[in-house]
T-cell receptor, first 114, second 113 residues
Framework: NAGVTQTPKFRVLKTGQSMTLLCAQD?????MYWYRQDPGMGLRLIHY???????AKGEVPDGYNVSRLKKQNFLLGLESAAPSQTSVYFC?????????????FGAGSRLTVL | DQQVKQNSPSLSVQEGRISILNCDYT??????FLWYKKYPAEGPTFLIS?????DKNEDGRFTVFLNKSAKHLSLHIVPSQPGDSAVYFC????????????FGTGTRLTIIP
């Protein structure tokens, strides 16, 4: 059982280039999320999805787009990368339920924008 | 506007002693509180949670205490083991909106053998 898988694990971009991070989960979770982690900032929510075909903005959505065409996949796109988007990106998923709603995270994707 | 605060960026504790990690929050609408643990080059993993209707939840060596009036929660690890060395994130969310999980900035715990 793979859980949440992120690809690629590492990527270096030049300013202005575009790229897509892929997240796949095999737990049949309804909810999926993209977070970024920066030093001293903790984990901040970029975008999330509450089901196939839906997306919504989180705390820091500017400069990113997402798509959830299939329930198991959640893509994060950078159309024109900026050095401020240098970060570690984490995808997560969870069941659509009340209560603690525990998130399962992927191992992260480290992105450097030069 | 940091709604969940972990004021200690790092903490060192002797093996076998108690580790106490603290977390403060400002949003009175938070209803559930979670602790995640993160090792280098891995994603965060869920550790323990507590609902606002409780003041304590225990799971083996890990206990979380919640003081709603002070808007403060703490994670106790007893006894501390070398494998507990990691970054610990406190997180909170309101009762509505499952997606609204807000994380603190994390505390790096180092257990000294």
């Amino acid at each position: 059982n793979a859980g949440v898988t992120q690809t690629p694990k590492f990527r270096v971009l030049k300013t202005g280039q575009s790229m897509t991070l892929l997240c796949a989960q095999d737990m049949n979770h309804e909810y999926m999320y993209w977070y970024r982690q920066d030093p001293g900032m903790g984990l901040r929510l970029i975008h999330y999805s509450v089901g196939e075909g839906t997306t919504a903005k989180g705390e820091v959505p500017d400069g990113y787009n997402v798509s959830r065409l299939k329930k198991q996949n959640f893509l994060l796109g950078l159309e024109s990368a900026a050095p401020s988007q240098t970060s570690v990106y984490f995808c997560a998923s969870s069941y659509a339920s009340s209560g603690a709603n525990v998130l399962t995270f992927g191992a992260g994707s480290r992105l450097t924008v030069l | 506007d940091q709604q969940v605060k972990q004021n200690s960026p790092s903490l060192s504790v002797q093996e076998g002693r108690i580790s106490i990690l603290n977390c403060d929050y400002t949003n009175s609408m938070f209803d559930y509180f979670l602790w995640y643990k993160k090792y280098p080059a891995e994603g965060p993993t869920f550790l323990i949670s507590i609902s606002s209707i409780k003041d304590k939840n225990e799971d083996g060596r890990f206990t979380v205490f919640l003081n709603k009036s002070a808007k403060h929660l703490s994670l106790h690890i007893v006894p501390s083991q070398p494998g507990d060395s990691a970054v610990y994130f406190c997180a909170a969310r309101p009762n509505f909106g499952n997606e609204k999980l807000t994380f603190g900035t994390g505390t790096r715990l180092t257990i000294i053998p």
